[in-house]
């Protein structure tokens, strides 16, 4: 009897400890994870929140720069989760001590060793994983081939013949977007890939990979010269004119679309559109060789993911975080990140079906001939300024070289940015009671700028905390999330409310405009109330300023800040604005001038971010 006694009391005792003496619930597991792009919230993000209830998610859209995650850092507020694409070992070097070894993790065990090697870091750690691949290559318009009885390349003489075939016929025969710099470091390396894949071509990247500040890493003198080569080649035999260094993406994706191009560079992605919405008859062909067997694909992962080590500290929170990466990194985790995008997978047991578009360049993934770029932030700058010269026919491949080589060694003095403002309060990011201290901070300072009555944010619209002390242009910058637009209105008050009802309630196909507690509107100058339905969705009630009932018949300035698509878009919340709303909206872009520049303004008038408000009360 004693024993079952004291059974009985070590029993509850654990129950208490679970659920507190109280007995409540245990608080779930708080994880910040920040997202390289609102990309990764169309199916990915939805799906994490439903396969862990027990986790209580912060998912922040914030900037696709190691700079920024490097800021964060300084700032103490390195999220648990990072995502970023604009990725190398090299940029992110100095982030090495915060973030933790995942080398022994069951999720590293799923990956192909020769693509996990590439993020193996100087002291044996991985400490990055690689999502699935976006495919990198040749978009060929079959029917133009057919049309002028041009056989399809499978090797680079052909590659270079099939050009020279169409110049002929007057049809352009390759076009790109030699404007951007990953165009031009991306047909760069695809010139040389067998060169940059050889044994002195990897052993050369792992020792750049590797460098430090004090010891920066040039180009080799055996793979890099017959890079150039090829490169200088590649441009003769495209027959590359000088006007094309300045060509836009619509400049090629245009007429390539209109059936005036054969070729021009893509991702397996757009070689689907333009067969699905485009109905055109176009196949990915991949960089090529000497031969077949040289040929590549390029890729790079749709972003690259690394944990913080503080997460380490909490037995809890790790165990939910490698619970977290594991179901990232499964096949379902990775085909709702592609979202039905054409992808390949770095990862031995996920089978994501090929796409059609990849049907001509099978053996390559069969071979594993797919090559990852290398993309550090100096890489993609100079590969753009050194490829734009040799375009215009300013270099020839010796001078592009030493070019490349000396931007490559020659560090970079960078003098100390002004600071603008030296903010004396911190506002945390963290939605709360009355939402969230960063965000209202933020809507109040911008709303105080442009002298409107009314400030209504959605959409994810803030990237950071506020922070205490000195900013500069970046930093403010980095503070306002990308691609959120400023818009204003004049509306009635029975108006502003419409556009709430848009913000909040369920429409009557069940879409829901509030699909994470990030995307919860943001209101300065008014306050709001609404009802937490308990399955996910939300509906309005009240709505006050300075704590007295909105006017319906009085007329309002309303700033309006969010990015449109996120909202709309079928694919994120369905939810568009009433059209009779929307087409009352006025862009405060005007030429130059856009959102960041009226916030930057707004914060030098104020000279502080303001003190945020309570504008939000949930009931329950």
């Known amino acids: ?57 912060n998912f922040v859209v914030g900037y696709n720069t190691m700079a920024y995650y490097s800021d964060l850092n300084d700032r103490g507020a390195l999220p648990d989760i990072i995502t970023c694409r604009r990725f190398s070992l090299n940029d992110a070097a100095h982030l090495a001590d915060e973030l933790m070894d995942l080398g ?3 999720v590293v065990g799923s990956f192909y060793e020769s693509y996990i090697e590439n993020n193996r870091e100087p002291d044996g750690a991985i400490r990055w994983l690689p999502m699935c691949a976006e495919v990198d290559g040749y978009i060929v318009n ?58 002195e071509g990897t052993m050369w990247r792992k020792t750049y990979e590797s460098e430090t500040q004090d010891g920066q890493v040039g180009l080799d003198d055996k793979v890099w010269p017959v890079v150039f080569e090829k490169f200088d080649q590649y441009l003769k035999d495209t027959f590359v004119k000088p006007e094309y260094a300045d060509y836009l993406w619509v400049n090629a994706a245009a007429p390539f679309l209109e059936g005036k191009v054969a ?44 944990v913080n080590k503080r ?11 490698m619970k977290v990466l594991e179901a990232m990194f499964s096949e379902e985790g990775q ?7 054409a992808v390949l997978s770095y990862n031995k047991n996920v089978n994501i079906e090929m796409s059609d578009s990849l049907e001509m360049v099978k053996d390559c993934v069969e071979r594993n001939h797919l090559y990852i770029r290398l993309a550090s932030t100096e890489i993609f700058t100079i590969s753009q300024n050194v490829a734009q010269k040799m375009i215009r026919g300013e270099y020839g491949p010796k001078e592009a070289y030493e070019d490349f080589n000396t931007q490559l060694t020659t560090a970079i003095e960078a003098g100390a940015a002004e600071v603008l403002i030296t903010q004396e309060n911190a ?22 700028g442009t002298g409107d009555d009314i400030a209504i944010g959605y959409s994810s619209i803030v990237s950071a905390p506020v922070f205490a002390g000195d900013y500069t242009e970046q930093q403010l910058r980095w503070l306002m999330a990308f691609k959120a637009i400023a818009r204003e209105a004049e509306y009635t008050g029975a108006e502003v409310r419409q556009v709430m009802e848009w913000l909040v309630n369920v429409k009557e196909d069940g879409s829901n405009p509030i699909r994470h507690k990030n995307v919860i509107p943001v209101t300065s100058g008014m306050e709001y109330t609404m009802k937490d339905n308990g399955d996910g969705t939300y509906t309005l009630e009240d709505l006050t300023i300075n704590g007295q009932p909105l006017d319906d018949n009085a007329v309002y300035n309303v700033l309006l800040l969010g990015d449109d698509d996120y909202i709309f878009n079928s694919i994120y919340c369905n939810c568009p604005m009433p059209e009779e709303l929307q087409a009352r909206r006025v862009e405060i872009n005007v030429d130059t001038y856009n959102s960041y520049d009226c916030f930057l303004d707004a914060v030098k008038e104020c000279g502080q971010l303001e003190a945020p408000t309570e504008y939000v009360t949930i009931q329950r």
């Open 142 to 199: 079959l029917d133009l081939f057919n049309e002028y009885d041009i056989p399809v390349p499978t090797n680079y003489e052909e590659f270079a013949y099939a050009c020279r075939r169409f110049e002929e016929k007057g049809i352009t025969p390759f076009l790109t977007d030699y404007n951007a710099d990953y165009s031009c470091l991306e047909v760069m390396q695809g010139s040389a890939i067998p060169e940059l894949m050889s044994l």
């Open 335 to 341: 085909r709702l990140m592609a979202s039905g995008a």
């Open 1 to 57: 009897m004693k024993k079952r006694l004291t059974a009985a009391i070590m029993a509850l005792v654990m129950l208490l400890s679970f659920t507190g003496c109280s007995g409540s619930k245990q608080e779930k597991i708080e994880i910040s994870m920040y997202l390289w792009d609102k990309s990764m919230s169309k199916q990915l993000t939805p799906w994490l929140e439903k396969q862990f209830p027990d986790i209580d998610f």
């Open 311 to 321: 997460v380490e500290q909490d037995f809890a929170k790790n165990e939910a975080v």
């Open 104 to 106: 022994q993790t069951e």
């Open 263 to 306: 070729i021009m560079r893509g991702t397996a992605n757009d070689c689907v559109v333009a067969n699905q919405q485009n109905g055109m008859n176009c196949v990915m062909l991949p960089y090529f060789g000497e031969t077949e067997e040289d040929n590549w694909l390029l890729t790079y992962p749709i972003y690259q993911a690394a």
């Open 427 to 448: 506002y945390d990011y963290t939605f709360g009671e009355h939402g969230s201290p960063a965000v209202s901070s933020f809507m109040n300072t911008l709303r105080k």
